[in-house]
């Protein structure tokens, strides 16, 4: 099974700050076909998980623009350009090239300093 | 607007059976392979069970497998979830989800809670 490994764990962040979280897999990403099936999500406090990013850079419909994923291989990063009060949340990273399993990070808790 | 509302979770003793539903509307749910995802309380997402448009192709995660079922009625847009020996350790809510890197979008319902406790 591919093991997604977050880090940090715990992100405190001051508004309208920049914000970074790392997501490694234990091995490469890329599939047969070519792409590299990687998306995070975001869980805002008592909701479902929303996806904001998928095949590693593509934004989905009605996410800010504050918001980009970069990365290849085994590294990926989930990046905020500038903070907002509604980004708390938990943030997971996961994959789909190699399945079964489809595996989640474990979760990086975003807080407002 | 797409939705999918699960329904069916609740209190079960351990060694117990549950059945989860999850009703679909505003796509056509015939066309699409569908997912169960839990997380267990102030833990992380975890994948269960994945099935496709036919259902002829299923695949379990290992905690789940032989004692969860998952099944589908494309006339009902309906997708289930058969759950047999419950333990404290399947205490979750309870996601299904249409598309994961689908181009069209990543849909979760709301969850259902299941709690497993005697």
């Known amino acids: 099974d591919v093991v997604m490994t977050q880090s940090p764990l715990s992100l405190p962040v001051t508004l309208g700050q920049p914000a970074s979280i790392s997501c490694r897999s234990s091995q490469s990403l890329v599939h047969t076909d070519g792409n590299t099936y990687l998306a995070w999500f975001q869980q805002r406090p008592g909701q479902s998980p929303r996806r904001l990013i998928y095949n590693v850079s593509n934004r989905d419909s009605g996410v800010p623009d504050r918001f980009s994923g970069s990365g290849s291989g085994t590294d990926f990063t989930l990046k905020i350009s500038r903070v907002e009060a509604e980004d708390v949340g938990v943030y997971y990273c996961?994959?789909?090239?190699?399945?079964?399993?489809?595996?989640f990070g474990q979760g990086t808790r975003l807080e407002i300093k | 607007e797409v939705q999918l509302v699960e329904s069916g979770g609740g209190l079960v003793q351990p060694g117990g059976s549950l059945r989860l539903s999850c009703a679909a509307s505003?796509?056509?749910?015939?066309?699409?392979?569908v997912n169960w995802v839990r997380q267990a309380p102030g833990k992380g997402l975890e994948w269960l069970s994945y099935i496709s448009i036919t259902s002829k192709t299923i695949h379990y995660a290992d905690s789940v497998r032989g004692r969860f079922t998952v099944s589908r009625d494309n006339a009902k847009s309906s997708l289930y979830l058969q759950m047999n020996g419950l333990g404290v350790e399947d205490t979750a809510v309870y996601y299904c989800?249409?598309?994961?890197?689908?181009?069209?979008?990543?849909?979760w319902g709301q969850g259902t809670l299941v709690t497993v406790s005697s």
């Open positions: 989800v249409r598309g994961f890197i689908s181009s069209s979008g990543s849909y």
């Open positions: 996961m994959q789909v090239t190699h399945w079964p399993p489809i595996t």
């Open positions: 505003g796509f056509t749910f015939s066309s699409y392979n």
